[in-house]
C-alpha cells in the first residue's frame, strides 16, 4: 500500500483512512456533509497526491500528443492547461486527463490515480513512431487541492499572487526553496487552485496553508466529499462516467472530442452516432441511486446508473446514468432499481448546481 | 474510544438491544454509525412486519454506503422510531438513545448475543 507524503497529517487529523487506487487516502475527517459544505461556503484543502505526473517531450511531442488524445492540443500556448480524455481505437477510454503545455515541445500529463501506469504504458506504445520522450515522474511530485469562494483571498494571504491567474491556465512559482506549479483547475466546481510540487516540500506547504487558511475557516477535505462535490456539478469520474466501454459522446462530453482534426486514435469509431447517453437524474420518490443499479422505464431495462448519491449542497438524491436515447430529454420519466424495487425519478438538466462565483 | 453503553446487548453486525418484559428496542453501535459516517436515509421496517433473528429487517443509508441491519431475534416490528423520517442523522449523534430504530414484540431472548465487555473486545 502507498503512502502520499501527507499520510501523517492526515492521522494526526483523526482521517479515515481507506485504500484508493492502491494509497491510503483520508475519506473524511469529520463528516462528509460537513466537509462537502465547508468547500461551498469557504475553503478546503485536499492532498491528491496520489494522481500522477507524466512528461511529454521532444520534436515530436505536440504532433503526437494531437495524435493520442481527442482534444485539440494546438489550442494550446504556453502557461495553458486543457482537459481531454485519451481514446483506444473502439473509442472507449484509457483515462481522462489534463494536458499542461509547458512550452513548445514540452508537456505535463496529470493522470487519474488508477491508470497512471495503464496511461504511460499507453502513451509508450502509441508514441513508437514519433520522436519524443516519456517519463512517469508520478513518485517525485505531491499534489494539494484548496477549493472554495474563500480560496483567492486565502491563496493571497498565504503568500501566492494569483488573482491574474484565468481559469484553465498555471504558473510557476516557488515555496520554501521549492519550485512549485499552481494552476487554476480543480474537481468541485468552485473557484480553486491545484499546487504540485516535489514529494519534500508538501508537508510544509500544507501546514502553512492551514496557519494563512484559519481567518477564511480553511478545513481539510477527504475523498468522500471530494466525490459528492464532483457529482452536484456533474463532473465525470473515469471508472464511472468513462470507461473503456462507455466513450465520450455517450458520456456527454462529445466538446473535449475534435472530429476536426485530421487523424487521431478512436476518430473513426466517435464519428459514429451513438445509441444511449449520459444524463442528469433527481429522485422523486425518496431513496438513494448509487453506481451499478438498473434504470427502467415502459417496463424495460434502458440504462444503468454510473454514479448516484445524497447531494449535500442542493439536499436531494441525485445521479448520473446511461440510459438509451429514447429517454434522455429532460422530463422523461425513468424507474432506478434499489434492492429489487423500483423508484421513480425523473432526467434533469445538467449541472445540478452551478456555483455562483466564477471558477 | 466510542461508547458502549454496559446495559444493552450486542450482535457481531454491530446493532444493540434493549430488553424490557417482552419488548425488545434495537439500534446501532456508536462503532457503526461511526464507521457509516453521514446517515442519510433510513428505510423503517413497516409495522407488524415479521423479524428473524440473523436476517436483513431493515436498511441504513451513509452518503458512501447502504447497510443491512440485522434483526437480533425473532419478533414482529411493533414500533419504528418516524423521527429517522426528518432526522437520519439522530442514529450519528445519539445512536443509543433518540437514534433507535425499532421495536419488537419478542419472547426470544437472543442467542449469540454479546455483552458489552465481548462487543468491546469484537471492535478493538
Known amino acids: ?359 | 474510544m466510542l461508547n458502549i453503553l454496559e446495559n444493552l446487548k450486542y450482535t457481531k453486525s454491530h446493532e444493540w438491544i434493549k430488553f424490557n418484559g417482552n419488548v425488545a428496542r434495537v439500534g446501532i453501535s456508536d462503532h457503526a454509525q461511526h464507521e457509516l459516517t453521514d446517515i442519510v436515509f433510513v428505510e423503517l421496517p413497516t409495522i407488524g412486519k415479521v423479524a428473524n433473528a440473523g436476517q436483513t429487517i431493515t436498511v441504513v443509508e451513509s452518503v458512501k454506503v447502504a447497510a443491512d441491519i440485522y434483526s437480533p431475534v425473532s419478533g414482529k416490528v411493533t414500533a419504528i422510531n418516524t423521527q429517522l423520517e426528518s432526522n437520519p442523522g439522530l442514529i450519528n449523534s445519539d445512536p443509543y438513545g433518540e437514534g433507535w430504530i425499532f421495536e419488537l414484540e419478542t419472547n426470544d431472548s437472543g442467542t449469540d448475543l454479546l455483552s458489552a465487555n465481548d462487543y468491546r473486545s469484537l471492535i478493538s
Open chain 1, 1 to 359: 500500500m502507498n503512502k502520499t507524503f501527507l499520510y501523517d497529517e492526515h492521522v494526526s487529523l483523526n482521517a479515515k483512512m481507506v485504500d484508493f487506487a492502491g494509497f491510503l487516502m483520508p475519506v473524511s475527517y469529520d463528516s462528509i456533509i460537513n466537509e462537502h459544505l465547508n468547500v461551498r461556503n469557504h475553503s478546503g484543502i485536499f492532498d491528491v497526491s496520489h494522481m500522477g505526473e507524466i512528461f511529454v517531450s521532444g520534436k515530436d511531442a505536440e504532433k503526437f500528443l494531437q495524435y493520442v488524445v481527442v482534444n485539440n492540443v494546438n489550442k494550446l500556448s504556453d502557461g495553458k492547461i486543457i482537459y481531454t480524455p485519451i481514446c483506444y481505437e473502439n473509442g472507449g477510454v484509457v483515462d481522462d486527463i489534463l494536458i499542461y503545455k509547458k512550452m513548445n515541445c514540452d508537456y505535463m500529463i496529470v493522470a487519474n490515480a488508477s491508470n497512471v501506469e495503464k496511461v504511460y504504458n499507453w502513451l509508450k506504445t502509441t508514441s513508437k513512431n514519433f520522436e519524443v520522450n516519456i517519463l512517469n515522474k508520478s513518485s517525485e511530485f505531491s499534489m494539494v487541492a484548496i477549493q472554495g469562494p474563500k480560496t483567492p483571498a486565502l491563496m493571497e494571504k498565504a503568500g501566492f499572487n494569483i488573482l491574474d491567474l484565468k481559469y484553465y491556465t498555471f504558473k510557476n512559482s516557488v515555496f520554501n526553496d521549492f519550485p512549485i506549479l499552481i494552476s487554476r483547475t480543480g474537481y468541485t466546481g468552485e473557484h480553486g487552485f491545484e499546487i504540485i510540487l516535489p514529494n519534500e516540500g508538501v508537508k510544509s506547504l500544507w501546514n502553512h496553508f492551514f496557519k494563512a487558511g484559519i481567518e477564511f475557516n480553511l478545513k481539510p477535505i477527504g475523498l468522500g466529499a471530494r466525490d459528492t462535490l464532483r457529482l452536484e456539478v456533474c463532473f465525470s469520474l473515469y471508472g464511472h462516467e468513462l470507461t473503456e466501454s462507455i466513450n465520450p459522446i455517450e458520456a456527454d462530453i462529445g466538446w473535449t472530442v475534435d472530429l476536426t482534426k485530421s487523424d487521431f486514435i478512436g476518430k473513426k469509431n466517435l464519428l459514429n452516432p451513438v445509441t444511449r447517453k449520459l444524463v442528469g437524474f433527481e429522485m422523486v420518490d425518496k431513496s438513494i441511486p448509487r453506481g451499478g443499479y438498473q434504470v427502467f422505464a415502459d417496463n424495460k431495462n434502458v440504462g444503468f446508473v454510473t454514479s448516484g448519491s445524497f447531494l449535500p449542497y442542493i439536499n436531494k438524491n441525485m445521479g448520473l446514468a446511461i440510459v438509451n436515447n429514447e429517454y434522455t430529454s429532460v422530463n422523461s420519466k425513468i424507474q432506478i432499481e434499489i434492492r429489487q424495487k423500483m423508484y421513480n425519478a425523473v432526467v434533469v438538466k445538467k449541472p445540478f448546481y452551478s456555483p455562483f462565483n466564477k471558477r
